[in-house]
C-alpha cells in the first residue's frame, strides 16, 4: 500500500476536482467524504491529511511515499525528496505588494523567510524581514513593514487591503513528490500512480 501526504483546506478541494476531472472516482470518493478525519483509506492508498507545510517532512521522514504540495512550499523548505511532476492545479506566483512602489523595501513581512532572504539577496538588497503566520497584509497596511512577500492568486486580498502588487516572481502550482527511499523500494507502485495521474488527453 502507498501512503500519500495530502495538504488540507483549498488545495484538497482542487485535488479532487481534479480526479474527477480524470475519471479518478474510487479516490476522489473517498477523499470527498472526510469530515474530520486524517487517515483515508481507499483499496491501494492511505492518504494522510497534513498542514500543507508539513507534506515534505512527512514525505521526507518516511511516514508518506508520496506527497501533494504546493511549490511554493518547497521554495522555501529545502528537503531531501524526489520532486517527481507538476500538477496543473493550485497555480498562483510570489509577489511583493505595498501600498506604493519603492525604489528599495528595507523591511518585508512574510510567512517565506527563506525565500524573500535570496529573492533580496540576489538583487544584493539589504533587508529585514518580519517573519509571520497570520495574514501578512495587515504589516503592509498599517506600515510595521514597507512591503510583504507571498503568494497571490487574484490579487483580491491585496486590494481589498489597499495594497499592491509591485514585483511578480516565481510561478506556483501543485507537485508530487516521493520519499526518496520509497521511490526505489516501491518504484512500480510510485509509476502507476504516476501515470494515474496525468493529464488524461
Not at 511554493?72 to 531531501?80: G, K, M, T, W, Y
Amino acid at each position: 500500500m502507498i501512503t500519500i501526504a495530502l495538504s488540507k483546506g483549498r488545495q484538497l478541494k482542487d485535488f479532487i476536482q481534479y480526479l474527477e476531472d480524470n475519471q479518478l472516482t474510487e479516490w476522489a470518493t473517498a477523499l470527498k467524504s472526510v469530515s474530520r478525519e486524517l487517515v483515508v483509506y481507499t483499496k491501494d492508498i492511505r492518504f494522510i491529511l497534513v498542514k500543507g507545510e508539513d507534506v515534505p517532512v512527512y514525505v521526507e521522514e518516511g511516514i508518506a511515499d508520496l506527497g501533494i504540495t504546493g511549490s511554493d512550499v518547497l521554495f522555501e523548505q529545502n528537503r531531501n525528496i524526489n520532486n517527481l511532476m507538476d500538477l496543473p492545479f493550485g497555480y498562483c506566483h510570489f509577489a511583493i505588494a505595498s501600498k506604493e512602489k519603492k525604489d528599495v523595501y528595507p523591511v518585508v513581512a512574510t510567512k517565506y523567510v527563506n525565500y524573500t532572504k535570496q529573492y533580496f539577496d540576489s538583487v544584493k538588497q539589504p533587508v529585514k524581514i518580519i517573519a509571520l503566520k497570520g495574514s501578512v497584509e495587515l504589516a503592509a497596511t498599517i506600515d510595521m513593514a514597507d512591503a510583504i512577500m507571498d503568494i497571490v492568486q487574484s490579487g483580491k486580498t491585496l486590494h481589498d487591503n489597499g495594497l499592491s502588487e509591485q514585483v511578480r516572481l516565481d510561478k506556483i502550482n501543485a507537485r508530487l513528490i516521493s520519499n526518496k527511499h520509497a521511490y526505489f523500494s516501491k518504484y512500480d507502485e510510485i509509476q502507476t500512480i504516476i501515470n494515474q495521474l496525468k493529464v488524461k488527453k
